[in-house]
């Protein structure tokens, strides 16, 4: 791949770039290319490209959305030297003539804290940088991204450095134009960001104090709203911005007052029915947006369960603004429980989508109930069946009480659902008695999907997988290479509790496929090392 590269066009470059960087374990061979990359490539599509794989971050990759990014474990915190020579390349990409270039940059240095002296001062500078580019969040949907805010999200990553980043966030929010950078399109809310950094900071108070006595108070709110009762001392320059004829600022306003007061839940609950209906005082010309004040409520936490009831009424109505509430209703979290059974019902359906997941996940063990009651009914369908599998195995420990109904899935005559019930009851990890003696017969499942499935599940349960070792050995001889390293994985992952599979795997260190002898190799090495 790496020979190949450079020798086509640019969306070649780029798909090779994507594979190096995809494949290679160590970054031995993907960063020096992606370093000259991102200094000498003629096409700024492929330097952004570059710069967008150098970010380390625990975030999904770039491409491959079910992935982390490679760059978390080429460069470890303890490798600096390593990793300087990468942050000083993405410095100087911050000159790059390409606004993407520029923001991309930015945003990957924002993962390297611990070259914060370096850093930060760099892209305090590129908060004046007026460049803009265009971005896709989906295939059909995309907007404007501004370099200037894509600074200030990497800025937001010091939080060890809080004090300081919050003065400069702060001085650019009050000198910039504000109303440019909370812009939905903009994809950064200042806001947000200072309430992600006030717990970090010192004395946040000084802080907080600036802004409530600056022309922008309301950039203080969220942060408010998440201290909940400890912002108490905040509660008349609250009630303050809430006089503004700015019915947005105002509501916003209110739902802090109630976040921090919690004698005013009754009030904000009747303000937020009659934003709904569009009564009285929001029945003008030019009432708040209301996806922006539920896009506020999502930033607040579980501070704003007094929200839930609406939140629940806009889901019972095929509110535009869905994305948004499921947002919220995760950000609130347990106490939103009430709001479940929708997104149960949601697994039946083709508008399903991976936040109505995150939704079941965040409200926790309450939602295993729901699930488990029809998990095992053909009549509920396969893909609802695997989806819900697929929550119970995100609760982990929460949805210990699954195990049993779990281990029943196992003989359902669909692939998937096997497999997703495996998954499953690897991530819980409990109960081994009967999890154990389930994923050991699991090994030997006429799809090889699920047999390798197994293999990774028993892995999770250290010790308590001993009894499994014979059937994980009996495996390393399986037909399909991919259950034969799968395999050799979760002995490695075992360590010496496996130690019986070592003959085994010293054999496979021969095998012709290299995959397969780097596996196994590695595998006897965890196991000697443990």
Known sequence: LAHAYGKDEPENRVQLLAAIAAVDPTGETAIPRLLQALKTDKDEWVRGVAARWLKRSTLRAPWWWDERAPAESWFRLADRQRTEGAVRTLIEALADDSDEVRGMAALSLGTYPEH?????????????????????????????????????????KFRERADDVLRILIDWSLESDVDIHLSVESDVDVGVLISELIPAAGDPWTHLNQLLGSDHPELALTALARMGPAAERAIPKIEDIAKTEDQEVHVEARITLACVDATRHGEAIDMLKALGKRDAPFDGDNPPDEGSVIRFIAHIGSNAAFAIPMLVRQLDSSSPWSSNVTDALTSIGPAAIEAAPFFVNRLKTESYTDPDEDALVAFGPGVVPLLTEHVGDPDWGSEFRAKSLSVLGRLEEEASRAVPVIIRQLESA????????????????AQPDIAVPALSSALSDPRASVRSAAADALSRFGPDASPAVPHLIERLDDDYLGVRVHTAQALGELGTVAVDARPALKVLTDDGNVLMSETAAEALRAIREQ
């Open 116 to 156: 914060a002296d370096l850093i930060v001062p760099r892209l305090t500078e590129l908060l004046m940088d007026p460049g803009t580019y265009s971005v896709m969040y989906s295939a059909d949907s995309g907007g404007t991204a501004f370099v200037s805010t894509d600074a200030a999200k990497a800025l937001a």
């Open 414 to 429: 669909y692939p998937r659902i096997r497999t997703e019930a495996v998954r499953a009851l690897g991530r819980i990890g």
